[in-house]
């Protein structure tokens, strides 16, 4: 689903049916391409219409990992996976719509971020939300350095 700056519906389309549970998307600033990512570390990119222009799999994590989100910056790629409390980094993968890639670097979580679910990025940082009993966000260097961390409200 697509909206505009109002909330107002623009527009939905069905994703690619080789894909399994859907488990995060991502879109580059122009809006031009969108990334989701399924349960078996499959990268499905779209264009803003909903045509699938290709998959690849991500690479170097785990065949047991949980696959939380993906997040870019419209150069690279980022996912994290609850499983292990990692994000993998796949350098210069957001043009890629074929094949396997396999992680350029990894980064442990912060050991107070034990259930990360969505991560989003500017290119320079990334926030994780967590989900827990006492839900945050974690801001970290793109390089893994944590930042800061704050709650989340509970009306939230």
């Known amino acids: 689903y697509e909206y505009d700056s109002g909330g107002g519906a623009v527009e939905n389309y069905v994703l690619s049916t080789s894909s399994t549970t859907h488990k995060g998307v991502s879109t580059n600033v122009a809006g031009d391409r969108v990334w989701v990512v399924d349960n078996n570390r499959n990268v499905f990119v779209y264009n803003n219409g909903g045509g699938l222009l290709g ?8 065949s047991n990992a949980i696959v939380e989100g993906i997040t870019t910056n419209g150069t690279h790629i980022w996912i994290v996976d609850s499983r292990s409390d990692r994000i993998y980094y796949y350098a210069n ?9 396999n992680a350029t670097s990894n980064f442990l979580l912060n050991s107070q971020n034990v259930s990360p679910r969505v991560l989003v990025t500017d290119g320079t940082h990334i926030w994780v939300v967590n989900d827990t009993t006492s839900d945050r966000v974690f801001r970290y260097t793109i390089a893994g350095n944590l930042l800061n961390s704050w709650p989340i409200h509970s009306a939230n």
């Open 55 to 62: 998959s690849w799999v991500a690479g170097s994590m785990p």
């Open 93 to 101: 993968a957001a043009t890629r719509t074929s094949g396997t890639q």
